[in-house]
C-alpha cells in the first residue's frame, strides 16, 4: 500500500465480506473455530490518484478465505493460520478482521 501512495495509486471503493464460522472445536465450549468466507473486491479497484482514472485493467474479483481462530488465555481470539489463498494471488491480498465473541 505504501508503493501505491508513493506512486500516486488510490482504491477506490470497498472489499465485500461475509465471514462464516464453519467448524467449532470441540463442539461444547470451543477453543478453536474455523472461519470462512468468499471476499469480493470487484468494487475495490487502483486508480490514479491525479486523474482520476482506472490504475489496470485487473477487474478485482472473488478470493476464497479462511482462517483458524484460537481462544488464548486471557479469552481473546487470536488467528492462528490463514489460507489457503487462490494462486496466483491477483494483484492485492483481501485484508479480513475477524472477531470471534467467546461464550
Known amino acids: 500500500m505504501y508503493a501505491d501512495h508513493v506512486n500516486g ?8 465480506n461475509d465471514p462464516k464460522v464453519t467448524s467449532a472445536i470441540p463442539s461444547t ?8 468466507d468468499c471476499g469480493d473486491s ?3 479497484l487502483k486508480y490514479r490518484a491525479d486523474s482520476g482514472k482506472l490504475a ?3 477487474p478485482g474479483g472473488r478470493q476464497s478465505i479462511t482462517a483458524e481462530v484460537k481462544r488464548q488465555s486471557d479469552g481473546t481470539g ?10 496466483p494471488m ?10 470471534v465473541s467467546w461464550l
Open 9 to 16: 495509486l488510490v482504491m477506490k471503493g470497498a472489499p465485500k
Open 29 to 36: 465450549a470451543p477453543t478453536t473455530v474455523l472461519i470462512s
Open 42 to 44: 470487484s468494487h475495490w
Open 56 to 58: 489496470d485493467s485487473d
Open 78 to 87: 487470536k488467528v492462528d493460520r490463514k489460507g489457503p489463498c487462490p494462486a
Open 90 to 99: 491477483r494483484r492485492r491480498p483481501t485484508v479480513t478482521t475477524a472477531v
